[in-house]
T-cell receptor, first 114, second 112 residues
Framework: DGGITQSPKYLFRKEGQNVTLSCEQN?????MYWYRQDPGQGLRLIYY???????QKGDIAEGYSVSREKKESFPLTVTSAQKNPTAFYLC?????????????FGPGTRLLVL | QKEVEQDPGPLSVPEGAIVSLNCTYSNSAFQYFMWYRQYSRKGPELLMY????GNKEDGRFTAQVDKSSKYISLFIRDSQPSDSATYLCATRAWTGGFKTIFGAGTRLFVKA
């Protein structure tokens, strides 16, 4: 089955702790994205990557970091600098990052602060 | 003003009703429009994709774009309880690179 997987489904973070969310895709897509979703708000872009070993900040990158060492994988680290990390995190991918591309989403990871 | 505005609802309708979901956008340069459906605690899935003005139909779903009024709509005919979900509109824009801008989503309940 082709698709995007995210793990874990739920993640608990203690204050001051860094946590990493996993995102893997087997769609052979070049572009990958991380979004944050809060109640009553649209998806907000954290980081995106159009090619291996390259990534760009989105609208709300502060307190987050990413890497793109493999085409299939785009992990997101929520650092202790992110003071309000409780949210639903969505990973997406697309064939290219052009004008008409459409993004396909993973099932999401819900991050909660203890 | 948000670039894409969407009434959060909730919208509650009886089974079999025609549902109309709407968004407005601010930039006349937007050309690509999408509707995503998101079930509770799941990732969004792409429902419809349209380019520029006009209608596009897919089964019970019709997407409509009116560029003159910067208004996009999704119609659901013969609505079913399984249509109960949050519907997100989105558009693509050039901001030094292409970016997808999402509305906040409208929560729909279809009652059996």
């Amino acid at each position: 089955d082709g698709g995007i997987t995210q793990s874990p489904k739920y993640l608990f973070r203690k204050e001051g702790q860094n946590v990493t969310l996993s995102c893997e895709q087997n769609l052979n897509h070049d572009a990958m994205y991380w979004y944050r979703q809060d109640p009553g708000q649209g998806l907000r872009l954290i980081y995106y990557s159009q090619i291996v070993n390259d990534f760009q900040k989105g609208d709300i990158a502060e307190g987050y970091s990413v890497s793109r060492e493999k085409k299939e994988s785009f992990p997101l680290t929520v650092t202790s600098a992110q003071k309000n990390p409780t949210a639903f995190y969505l990973c997406a991918s697309s064939i290219v990052a052009g004008a008409g591309e459409t993004q396909y989403f993973g099932p999401g990871t819900r991050l909660l602060v203890l | 003003q948000k670039e894409v505005e969407q009434d959060p609802g909730p919208l509650s309708v009886p089974e079999g009703a025609i549902v109309s979901l709407n968004c407005t956008y601010s930039n006349s340069a937007f050309q690509y429009f999408m509707w995503y459906r998101q079930y509770s605690r799941k990732g969004p899935e792409l429902l419809m994709y349209t380019y520029s003005s006009g209608n596009k139909e897919d089964g019970r779903f019709t997407a409509q774009v009116d560029k003159s009024s910067k208004y996009i709509s999704l119609f659901i005919r013969d609505s079913q309880p399984s249509d109960s979900a949050t519907y997100l509109c989105a558009t693509r824009a050039w901001t030094g690179g292409f970016k997808t801008i999402f509305g906040a989503g409208t929560r729909l309940f279809v009652k059996a």
